[in-house]
Nanobody, 126 residues
Framework: QLQLVESGGGLVQPGGSLRLSCVASGFTLDYYVIGWFRQAPGKEREGVSCISSNGGRTNYGDSVKGRFTMSRDNAKNTVYLQMNSLKPDDTGVYYC???????????????????WGQGTQVTVSS
Protein backbone atom coordinates (compact mmCIF):
# COMPACT_ATOMS: atom_id res chain seq x y z
CA GLN A 1 0.00 0.00 0.00
CA LEU A 2 1.39 3.37 -1.05
CA GLN A 3 1.26 5.78 1.84
CA LEU A 4 2.60 9.06 3.18
CA VAL A 5 2.47 9.67 6.92
CA GLU A 6 3.09 13.05 8.53
CA SER A 7 4.11 13.61 12.13
CA GLY A 8 5.53 16.30 14.37
CA GLY A 9 2.59 18.63 14.65
CA GLY A 10 1.35 20.06 17.92
CA LEU A 11 0.66 23.15 19.94
CA VAL A 12 3.38 25.78 20.08
CA GLN A 13 3.58 29.37 21.25
CA PRO A 14 4.18 32.20 18.79
CA GLY A 15 7.87 32.46 18.02
CA GLY A 16 8.39 28.77 18.64
CA SER A 17 9.55 25.99 16.34
CA LEU A 18 8.37 22.61 15.12
CA ARG A 19 9.79 20.05 12.75
CA LEU A 20 7.39 18.04 10.66
CA SER A 21 8.30 14.70 9.10
CA CYS A 22 6.76 12.87 6.18
CA VAL A 23 7.60 9.20 5.75
CA ALA A 24 6.72 7.17 2.67
CA SER A 25 5.87 3.51 2.70
CA GLY A 26 5.16 1.20 -0.20
CA PHE A 27 7.23 3.26 -2.63
CA THR A 28 10.50 5.14 -2.77
CA LEU A 29 10.54 8.91 -2.76
CA ASP A 30 13.74 9.13 -4.79
CA TYR A 31 12.01 10.16 -8.02
CA TYR A 32 9.34 12.36 -6.55
CA VAL A 33 8.98 16.06 -5.98
CA ILE A 34 7.52 16.51 -2.52
CA GLY A 35 5.31 19.37 -1.46
CA TRP A 36 4.08 20.58 1.89
CA PHE A 37 0.65 22.16 1.95
CA ARG A 38 -1.50 23.51 4.74
CA GLN A 39 -5.16 24.22 5.26
CA ALA A 40 -6.67 26.47 7.89
CA PRO A 41 -10.34 26.22 8.88
CA GLY A 42 -12.53 27.86 6.28
CA LYS A 43 -9.64 28.44 3.89
CA GLU A 44 -8.36 26.75 0.78
CA ARG A 45 -5.36 24.47 0.88
CA GLU A 46 -2.21 26.45 0.11
CA GLY A 47 1.29 25.50 -0.88
CA VAL A 48 3.99 25.94 1.74
CA SER A 49 7.11 24.49 0.18
CA CYS A 50 8.36 21.93 -2.29
CA ILE A 51 11.62 20.15 -2.94
CA SER A 52 13.19 18.46 -5.94
CA SER A 53 13.80 14.72 -6.02
CA ASN A 54 17.48 15.04 -5.08
CA GLY A 55 16.92 17.86 -2.60
CA GLY A 56 18.95 20.34 -4.58
CA ARG A 57 16.15 22.81 -5.24
CA THR A 58 13.40 24.17 -3.07
CA ASN A 59 10.63 26.70 -3.34
CA TYR A 60 8.63 28.40 -0.60
CA GLY A 61 5.41 30.29 -0.32
CA ASP A 62 5.84 34.00 0.34
CA SER A 63 4.33 33.78 3.80
CA VAL A 64 6.96 31.29 5.05
CA LYS A 65 10.11 32.39 3.25
CA GLY A 66 12.99 32.88 5.65
CA ARG A 67 11.22 30.98 8.43
CA PHE A 68 10.63 27.47 7.05
CA THR A 69 13.20 25.09 5.63
CA MET A 70 12.40 21.93 3.73
CA SER A 71 14.84 19.04 3.39
CA ARG A 72 14.84 15.36 2.57
CA ASP A 73 16.74 12.19 3.34
CA ASN A 74 16.07 9.74 0.54
CA ALA A 75 17.95 6.99 2.36
CA LYS A 76 15.29 7.23 5.07
CA ASN A 77 12.47 7.84 2.60
CA THR A 78 11.64 10.92 4.64
CA VAL A 79 11.04 14.60 4.04
CA TYR A 80 11.18 17.30 6.70
CA LEU A 81 9.80 20.76 7.26
CA GLN A 82 11.60 22.85 9.86
CA MET A 83 9.33 25.67 10.96
CA ASN A 84 10.80 28.54 12.97
CA SER A 85 9.40 31.85 14.22
CA LEU A 86 5.92 30.42 14.06
CA LYS A 87 2.96 32.78 13.92
CA PRO A 88 -0.74 32.24 14.69
CA ASP A 89 -1.41 32.48 10.94
CA ASP A 90 0.65 29.30 10.49
CA THR A 91 -2.07 27.33 12.25
CA GLY A 92 -3.64 24.60 10.16
CA VAL A 93 -3.43 21.00 9.06
CA TYR A 94 -0.18 20.32 7.24
CA TYR A 95 -0.05 17.76 4.46
CA CYS A 96 2.80 16.30 2.49
CA UNK A 97 2.25 15.16 -1.06
CA UNK A 98 4.26 13.50 -3.82
CA UNK A 99 4.33 13.96 -7.57
CA UNK A 100 6.58 12.40 -10.15
CA UNK A 101 7.62 15.19 -12.50
CA UNK A 102 10.57 17.43 -13.18
CA UNK A 103 10.94 20.06 -10.50
CA UNK A 104 9.41 23.44 -11.25
CA UNK A 105 8.93 26.57 -9.18
CA UNK A 106 5.19 26.41 -9.89
CA UNK A 107 4.91 23.37 -7.64
CA UNK A 108 1.81 24.29 -5.61
CA UNK A 109 -0.92 22.97 -7.90
CA UNK A 110 -2.65 20.44 -5.64
CA UNK A 111 -4.34 18.57 -8.48
CA UNK A 112 -0.97 17.53 -9.90
CA UNK A 113 0.06 15.57 -6.83
CA UNK A 114 -0.47 11.82 -6.89
CA UNK A 115 -0.15 10.86 -3.24
CA TRP A 116 -1.21 12.65 -0.08
CA GLY A 117 -0.76 12.06 3.61
CA GLN A 118 -3.53 12.33 6.18
CA GLY A 119 -2.18 15.55 7.67
CA THR A 120 -0.84 16.70 11.01
CA GLN A 121 -2.30 19.55 13.04
CA VAL A 122 -0.17 22.58 13.85
CA THR A 123 -1.58 25.12 16.28
CA VAL A 124 0.28 28.32 17.09
CA SER A 125 -1.27 30.02 20.07
CA SER A 126 -0.36 31.57 23.39
Amino acid sequence: QLQLVESGGGLVQPGGSLRLSCVASGFTLDYYVIGWFRQAPGKEREGVSCISSNGGRTNYGDSVKGRFTMSRDNAKNTVYLQMNSLKPDDTGVYYCAAVRYAFRTMCFITGEYHYWGQGTQVTVSS
